[in-house]
């Protein structure tokens, strides 16, 4: 009898322990499998440029990370004192990576992720670096492991730092000296005062030239010439796709591909055709254009700015052409401006001139002309470029292309040509008012 009770006991020991083990496991599974994956937002900077790969942000408990693929930034790495290549080996089913190797690439890199809310499993697959098993929190979205970029960071000898207020992700390496901040101006010198053997209550002679005196002098850069230039700013390109999204239907794009349903969309390819529209109308218009790029080819934030401040002279507005995604669902158009037109003047007055051609077109409103405010002025590279050398400039967002319907307007020939006509409509109103 004594026997059997122990026997009992002992098998409902066993059936709690296993139940006990069981839950747990549960619990792991549903907290791993539990996460969301969102597509980053965030902008990310290394050394001082803005560089575009593709991640998510994911929350652990109160905080959220951003988390990318480790061949993006080893291939933004690739010739920086921080190099180091990464590859997959399949016999031993782990990750290998080495320092001080330049990053081979195998074409994959910088790929856009899918639109909309994902996913996102923990993931503890083998990573070494140098031949050592190195720990990084990971999660698997869609078939591939996303890593910490602090994690990276650390593991690979960079620095990471976040700027919530302006949702910035900003990557420093060793050798990265920051430029020097520009210095001030140097005050004007006071004006001078007359002899004292002069009387300041007699008038002038008729003979006395006072027209230095009493003409306003022009800037030193001054865009008023009588000729209409705009610099047209093409959006991402070539290795930097921009946003992207899912084709809902087959199309045949700018370049004359069939693009298949369920294809990746992305950003650059509806940018450049728009922009080349919009050149030719305002050529045919007798209106001088300066453009960042014609082809499909990735033009470093660096390159445009050299570009802005070298047509200072001569540009009377930067029109940069963009188009949106966030999170599949918003929709519509916005245009941003320069945070100096936020109460009023050129800025709010070219952003609304937009809108009502984009309204006629059919087109609905995000948002109001955007004013959004960075650490040195516009937070906005390309409007802040521009600003700094006293030159309008406003960015022209026409549709979410990861929303299944809002893409539609821009999916034929038809669609491209309609929005750059709107936007030449609205150049030539707002100079028929505006001096230039």
Not at 151 to 177: A, C, H, K, L, W
Not at 243 to 261: D, H, L, M, Q, R
Request: charged letters at 25%; aromatic letters at 10%; one cysteine or more.
């Amino acid at each position: 009898m004594r026997k059997k009770l122990i026997s009992w006991m002992l098998a409902l020991l066993m059936l709690c322990t296993a139940s006990a083990t069981g839950l747990i496991a549960l619990a792991q599974t549903a907290d791993a499998a539990g996460k969301i994956a969102y597509v980053s937002q965030m902008e990310i900077f290394l050394d001082g440029e803005q560089v575009h790969p593709s991640g998510y942000l994911i929350s652990a408990g109160d905080a959220a990370y951003t988390y990318f693929k480790l061949r993006d930034i080893a291939y933004l790495m690739r010739e920086k004192e921080c190099a180091f290549d990464v590859e997959y080996d399949a016999e031993d089913g782990v990750i290998r990576a080495s320092r001080g190797q330049a990053y081979a690439g195998d074409g994959t890199e910088l790929q856009p992720v899918g639109s909309g809310n994902q996913e996102a499993v923990a993931s503890n697959f083998p990573v070494y670096v140098d031949g050592e098993p190195v720990t990084m929190e990971a999660y698997s979205v869609q078939g591939y492991t996303y890593y910490k970029l602090r994690d990276i960071g650390e593991v690979f000898g960079f620095d990471v730092d976040y700027r919530n207020e302006s949702r910035q992700g900003i990557m420093t390496t060793p050798g990265y000296v920051e430029p020097e901040p520009e210095p001030e101006p140097e005050p004007e010198p006071p004006a001078d005062t007359p002899d004292s053997s002069d009387d300041p209550s007699t008038p002038p002679s008729d003979d006395t030239d006072n027209s230095e005196t009493q003409q306003p002098t022009e800037p030193e850069t001054s865009h008023i010439d009588g000729k209409i230039t705009v610099l047209i700013d093409v959006g991402h390109g070539g290795s930097d796709g921009g946003s992207s999204g899912i084709a809902p239907n087959t199309f045949v794009n700018y370049k004359g591909e069939t693009v298949s349903a369920g294809s990746t969309i992305q950003e650059k390819d509806f940018n450049l055709p728009v922009a080349l529209y919009l050149r030719d109308l305002l050529l045919a218009s007798g209106v001088d254009v300066i453009m960042t790029t014609t082809e499909d080819e990735y033009v470093s934030f660096a390159e445009r700015k050299e570009i802005i401040e070298s047509s200072a002279d001569v540009a009377d507005l930067c029109f940069s052409v963009h188009h949106n995604a966030y999170n599949g669902n918003a929709k519509g158009f916005e245009v941003l401006a320069q945070v100096q037109y936020e109460e009023g003047g050129d800025g709010l007055e070219l952003g609304e001139l937009l809108a009502e051609q984009y309204l006629a077109n059919g087109r609905i409103q995000h948002r109001p002309t955007v004013f959004r405010h960075g650490q040195n002025g516009d937070y906005y590279a390309i409007l802040r470029y521009a600003a700094n050398v006293d030159m309008l400039a406003v960015i022209s967002e026409y549709a979410f292309i990861d929303n299944s319907q809002d893409v539609l307007c821009v999916l034929s020939e038809e669609g491209l040509r309609a929005e750059a006509q709107a936007m030449y409509n609205a150049i030539l109103e707002f100079f028929s008012t505006h001096d230039y």
